[in-house]
């Protein structure tokens, strides 16, 4: 099998090439060949890529792994310049596409993709082990990186003063020692937001580690696909519902039994189960 996968830079992306290749596949990255069974697409930030290896070769089927497709999206200014219109042309145009969540497969029925051709399949987590001591010391992570346009954005922050909480922000820039310890040290995880793909794969890392989280009840939360009743659910429609929550959390700090933690997050796929699964469609596809 030969493929062109297309990505920008991403940890969690780009390491699928040697295992692919250790599977006997020729993968192009961010290259085309006109003998490629598919073209994947991975994220709405390389679709002029995309569109340019498409109407190069347009034979080659487009399979679109689907990393978010938020609402925001369409309702406020788009900071990072994304194409999301000639995106959500090529999500029309895919043979299949593959959610990582179920939020996102509802919010593409919602813009009128059709969902018969949507999978589900969880992107893997890079899962570690902490070395040093895993310890509660009195504060609450917010590990994701800043989405203002989310309708939930600065609840945390806002509910931590009103408290008087401890709260560490990771905004994404951490060194990865340093990310690894502020997850291993707090209190619990929160993602305050409406509407994420994932919830973040940290709240799932961190929960490896005996962390809990606590994530809204909105039907676009992905986070509920990865945690499920794992997490704790504060109303997505009510500050004060989000507000007392986070003071019950702090003042009631569940302490989770590692070794189901473990468990429950050694059950996720791994790397190599991912391109397994990935594999194992697009074998299935060659043959429809």
């Known amino acids: 099998m030969r493929i062109s996968l297309i990505t920008p830079p991403s940890k969690n992306i780009e390491p699928w090439v040697p295992v692919f290749e250790s599977k006997g596949v020729t993968v192009h990255l961010n290259s085309i060949h006109p003998e490629c069974d598919f073209i994947v697409n991975t994220t709405q930030a390389t679709v002029g890529l995309l569109d340019i290896f498409h ?59 059709d969902t018969n051709k949507c999978k589900f399949m969880k992107i893997w987590a890079r899962f570690f082990d902490y070395e040093d001591p895993i310890e509660d010391k009195r504060y609450i992570l917010n590990p994701l990186r800043p989405y203002v346009a989310d309708k939930n954005f600065g609840w945390l922050k806002r509910a931590c003063e009103e408290l008087n909480i401890p709260l560490v922000e990771t905004k994404n820039n951490m060194s990865t020692s340093e990310f690894q310890k502020v997850i291993a040290e707090c209190s619990f995880m929160c993602c305050e937001y409406h509407e994420m793909s994932t919830g973040g794969l940290t709240l799932l890392e961190g929960h490896r580690l005996g962390k809990v989280s606590v994530i809204s009840d909105s039907p676009y939360q992905g986070g509920r696909d990865y945690l499920g009743d794992r997490a704790i659910y504060f109303n997505d429609n009510s500050y004060e519902d989000f507000k007392n929550t986070i003071k019950e959390v702090w003042e009631n700090t569940p302490t989770l039994n590692r070794k189901e933690c473990e468990d429950y997050c050694n059950n996720h796929p791994t790397l190599e189960d991912t391109i397994d699964i990935i594999l194992e469609r697009l074998k299935h596809l060659i043959k429809v």
């Open 55 to 113: 109407k190069t070769y347009s034979k080659i089927p487009i399979i679109s792994y689907m990393l978010d497709f938020y609402k925001s999206v369409w309702t406020a200014p788009n900071p990072h310049g994304y194409d999301w219109h000639k995106y959500k042309e090529y999500l029309h145009k895919s043979m299949e596409i593959w959610s990582i969540s179920n939020e996102g497969i509802l919010r593409m029925e919602e813009e009128g993709i």
